[in-house]
């Protein structure tokens, strides 16, 4: 995180124009979408192999990740053909709004080619994600995401800049190295080391072991596109219903507050997994505890907004130097909503997705995807700049992270009374 905020003053300073740099965020978000189109596959993996870990089925662990590396496999050489194909053809100027003087459309198509094509990749090699995951190793994913947002820090700030348009393409080169290099390394050391203990065939394929992963992924993704139509278009459609020079304040803004969000998120990493473990033991109790404890975290990141609010302007100025803006209250008062609130979303899907318990999540994430284009649009011109965009968001989330624990604990309790009944029913 630490690293994130130190890249916002790099990419200022590494780009001369800031409409420029406001493409290439928008570009970073757009390919990032593609992590989604996995077909669910290494969440899938990640449920699945914490359950047969559980039950020490060593030949489903090693099936799971077997048939899941194979089916990933076929997968991403069908993304690669298609974003190829997209990078080609579509007209990138006119959908990220940015003229053929400041950056060319074959710089322009090169630049989405070359990410696409890394992104593709980088989704193939995290399919090793889903076995950390399992083995309750989240802090080596999250080291992984470090070493490569440091090593992307490196390059802005050793490598020399040229004009924009060159700058655009070494960096989209830049990323594609510093994304896949340390994935691909802790692929060759899990697997070298055999850390899973179970003896993975690369050459088999079984679908049985797909098709279980599948069914719990598919859901999984389904949920994922919604939650990226919510929260991972704010890029885009600040550059369509604003301009893409408004993308490079709205990401200050959103670093900080996203920043004090994913600190309480980093303790939610491991629950995830953690759930899917004591749901297979049947100790429902201690989930729904648990439950309540996580959701306390929101409060706690809500207060820290609140008592940091008349220091904002202090600290983006310390931060950002000659380039910092003025603060605006009221963006400030949106943007501490939307921490609180990611920070329950991660609270509800952590709890969610490890019980495979998916129902009020597809039905309200479903209605908040729908209304997101539309509400952004109307609050954008409402409020005259890009905080609609994130206001819409807070406000099509809500309802979910009400509906959910309810509906959540109410689903556990069942569950233990269930099991109660039946170990009565056995004695």
């Known amino acids: 995180m630490l690293v994130g905020l130190a890249a916002v003053p790099a990419y200022m300073r590494y780009f001369d124009n800031s409409t420029v740099l406001g493409t290439w965020y928008t570009i970073q978000t757009m390919l990032q979408w593609v992590l989604m189109f996995d077909l669910g596959i290494g969440n899938g993996l990640r449920n699945e192999l914490v359950t047969a870990l559980v039950k020490d089925d060593k030949e489903a662990a090693g099936g799971y990740v077997s048939s899941s590396y194979r089916l990933m496999g076929v997968v991403c050489l069908l993304l690669a053909i298609i974003v190829s194909l997209l990078a080609i053809f579509v007209p990138w100027n006119a959908v990220l709004n940015i003229g053929e003087g400041l950056v060319s459309s074959r710089a322009l ?14 989704l193939f090699l995290q399919l090793v994600n889903g076995v950390l995951y399992a083995l309750q190793l989240s802090s080596v994913v999250n080291a992984l995401g470090l070493v490569s947002n440091a090593l992307i820090l490196a390059f802005i ?108 998120a980093i303790a939610l990493v491991p629950i995830w997994s953690a759930v899917t473990m004591a749901a297979t033991q049947g100790r429902y109790g201690w989930i729904i505890s648990t439950y309540k404890r996580c959701l306390l975290l929101a409060l706690g990141v809500g207060a820290v907004c609140l008592v940091s609010a008349p220091f904002v302007q202090f600290g983006f100025d310390l ?7 003025p603060v605006n209250l009221w963006y400030v008062a949106i943007m501490s909503l939307y921490s609180v609130a990611f920070v329950l979303q991660n609270v509800n899907t952590s709890i969610g997705n490890g019980l495979s318990y998916f129902k009020v999540q597809l039905l309200l994430m479903g209605i908040a995807a729908i209304l997101m284009v539309p509400l952004s649009w109307a609050l954008c011109n409402a409020l005259g700049g890009w905080i609609g965009v994130v206001l819409a968001t807070v406000l099509a989330i809500l309802p979910f992270q009400f509906v959910e624990p309810v509906a959540c604990i109410r689903h556990l309790r069942k569950l233990g009374q269930s099991k109660m009944v039946g170990k009565n029913q056995k004695e």
């Open 109 to 122: 198509s090169a630049c989405m080619a070359i990410v696409g094509i890394g992104v593709v990749l980088q």
């Open 319 to 325: 931060w950002l130097g000659d380039s910092s803006v």
């Open 157 to 264: 700030l050793v490598v020399p800049g040229s004009n924009d348009e060159s700058n655009l393409l070494m960096l989209g080169l830049a990323n594609v190295a510093c994304m896949i290099l340390p994935p691909m390394v802790a692929t060759v050391i899990v697997f070298r080391k055999n850390l899973l203990g179970a003896k993975v065939s690369w050459s088999s394929f079984e679908w049985i072991y797909a098709k279980r992963t599948l069914s719990t992924g598919l859901v999984i993704l389904v949920l994922q596109v919604t939650w990226m139509i919510v929260a991972s278009t704010h890029s885009l459609l600040i550059s369509l219903f604003r301009d893409p020079s408004e993308v490079v304040e709205y990401q200050i803004y959103y670093k900080v507050y996203y920043t004090l969000g994913s600190i309480a």
